[in-house]
């Protein structure tokens, strides 16, 4: 009797034994709730080759494992863990999308799961040091520059800003190329300079400087025989017509032509000037013959002048000796 009747304790101190550690897991385990996604950075804008580090907060909730989603895709190299935080050492622009995470633990036999909001992640190529050039055109009578600013790398969209002598111009979105041609009317200022900047969000890229210089100068070369080469000079890119004027003493003259020289045959003296966009170049002067005489006569009458006047001086200073003694 005694026996039995130990034995019954025995069964009933393990079964309050069981009942407690019943008791004592329910109180230890906790149910999944309140998951939100917390990132590292102050922006969700990224720049290629940047770190992503996301991480999965449970508000409540113990033994917890998580998975991650990408674009509501499992991302199968972070399988459930009991690691919180995603990693990506460095992005690329295939890492744009939505993330969330999903936290999920054992509670009652059952599984608590909870999932997290959606948070976007844009990657973006930074931009390259943008690339001026300029096209002069007439629209008489004024004088337009088009403008292209370009940049060879950079997430789109792209806000390309001009500025004149460090003032701002205007300012162009590029959505679909990464170019953008700016037209800007010319005055008769010369030596303006100009620079682009390109902008897609992380720290702007500016261009080198582009002097615009609308004037003309004109240039020869004499081959030979008789013949004179002219060429019209601009220092920039011009898809348009050159004006020539010809002074001589025969005539005076206006040619027009699309390329930039002309020859000169037969050689006659006088005044040559080219123009282009309204802008005259300074004049080219082929002398005659006679002119050379006369300049060769004048040079000899100044210095046959000298020698009289010095001559003079001689004798004077002759008698004047001849005095004093």
Request: proline share 3%.
């Amino acid at each position: 009797m005694g026996n039995y009747f130990h034995l019954l304790l025995l069964l009933a101190l393990s079964q309050l034994a069981v009942l407690h550690k019943v008791k004592m897991a329910n109180i230890l385990k906790i149910p999944v709730s309140g998951v939100t996604i917390k990132s590292s950075l102050n922006s969700s804008v990224l720049a290629e080759g940047s770190k992503l580090t996301l991480s999965c907060i449970v508000k409540e909730g113990t033994n917890v494992t998580y998975q991650w989603y990408f674009n509501n895709e499992k991302i199968t190299e972070f399988s459930p863990s009991t690691q919180s935080d995603l990693v990506i050492n460095k992005v690329n622009v295939n890492h744009s999308g939505k993330y969330y995470c999903e936290a999920r633990n054992l509670f009652n036999l059952y599984t608590s799961s909870v999932t997290s909001n959606d948070t976007e992640i844009i990657v973006k190529v930074p931009v390259s040091n943008p690339s001026i050039e300029v096209r002069i055109v007439t629209a008489k009578p004024k004088i337009m520059a088009i403008i292209v600013c370009s940049s060879d790398q950079g997430t789109l969209p792209i806000i390309f800003t001009l500025y004149k002598n460090k003032s701002f111009v205007r300012n162009v979105t590029a959505s679909s190329v990464r170019h953008v041609e700016l037209i800007v009317q010319m005055t008769q200022n010369q030596g303006d300079i100009y620079k682009c900047k390109a902008d897609n969000g992380f720290m702007p890229k500016y261009s080198n400087g582009l002097v615009i210089d609308l004037s003309v100068n004109l240039t020869s070369r004499h081959t030979v025989g008789q013949e004179v080469n002219l060429t019209c000079i601009v220092n920039y890119e011009f898809r348009g017509v050159y004006t020539w004027y010809f002074v001589t003493p025969s005539r005076n003259h206006t040619e027009i032509s699309n390329t930039n020289y002309w020859n000169i045959n037969p050689v006659e003296p006088g005044k040559y000037y080219c123009s282009v966009n309204g802008q005259l170049s300074k004049s080219f002067e082929i002398p005659s013959k006679g002119t050379k005489f006369q300049t060769a006569m004048i040079a000899i009458s100044a210095i046959l002048g000298v020698l009289g006047i010095l001559l003079v001086i001689c004798i004077c200073y002759c008698i004047w000796r001849s005095c004093r003694e």
